[in-house]
């Protein structure tokens, strides 16, 4: 099963405002990844966060990991039409080459 | 510029037929990894390669094949064995470990059953 679960499942907002997207994972970590997928083309690394970090910030980008409820929040400020994309979370694996993939966030930004 | 380099974008595969997704890369990374993802879906490993001529099974490898001859090329082969092929597969490196580093993907290929 997934270990990664991204919600909510999808997220409609108008563009200029703020989207924020959540992960819940199960077991103990040492780092959370997100990435955006633009529609049928790859993943793109956005930010990697650390069991030990609490808050990251890049660009318009902030994301937050609550070890203790084992969940992190993806928060994109100023939202754009560009932004419109799936966002997925990863957590540690079985191994360090396994990472855990949500299912993702499909983000609509409305012009 | 350096990346990776899948192909085809788009294949169709015949029933029984066995089909190869080629993948490149020129960011001199040691792991590779195949994924697939079906709609709507989170990503699933199929195989991962931590150095050229070894590879492991991931969580979906039934059916499915590779090779790592070099360190800059991993392709998968879709087996007449994988019944239900149609999906997206992406193909991925990282410098080292996936846990801890940035993975980067290709742009992925689309497989058709016909």
Request: a positive charge; glycine letters at 8%.
């Amino acid at each position: 099963s997934q270990q990664g679960e991204e919600d909510p499942q999808a997220l409609s907002i108008q563009e200029g405002e703020n989207a924020t997207m959540n992960c819940s994972y199960k077991t103990s970590i040492n780092n959370l990844q997100w990435y955006r997928q633009n529609s049928g083309r790859g993943l793109v690394h956005l930010i990697l966060i650390r069991s030990n970090e609490r808050e990251k910030h890049s660009g318009r980008l902030r994301v937050t990991l609550d070890t203790s409820k084992k969940s992190s929040s993806l928060l994109i400020t100023a939202s754009r039409a560009a932004d419109t994309a799936s966002y997925f979370c990863a957590t540690d694996g079985y191994n360090n080459y396994q990472l855990i993939w949500g299912a993702g966030t499909k983000l609509i930004i409305k012009p | 510029d350096g990346g990776i380099t899948q192909s085809p974008k788009y294949l169709f595969r015949k029933e029984g037929q066995n089909v190869t997704l080629s993948c490149e890369q020129n960011l001199n990374h040691d792991a590779m990894y195949w994924y697939r993802q079906d709609p709507g879906q989170g990503l699933r490993l199929i195989y991962y390669s931590q150095i050229v001529n070894d590879f492991q099974k991931g969580d979906i490898a039934e059916g499915y094949s590779v090779s790592r001859e070099k360190k800059e090329s991993f392709p998968l082969t879709v087996t007449s064995a994988q019944k239900n092929p149609t999906a997206f597969y992406l193909c991925a490196s990282s410098p080292f470990r996936a846990s801890g580093n940035t993975i980067y993907f290709g742009e992925g290929s689309w497989l058709t059953v016909v």
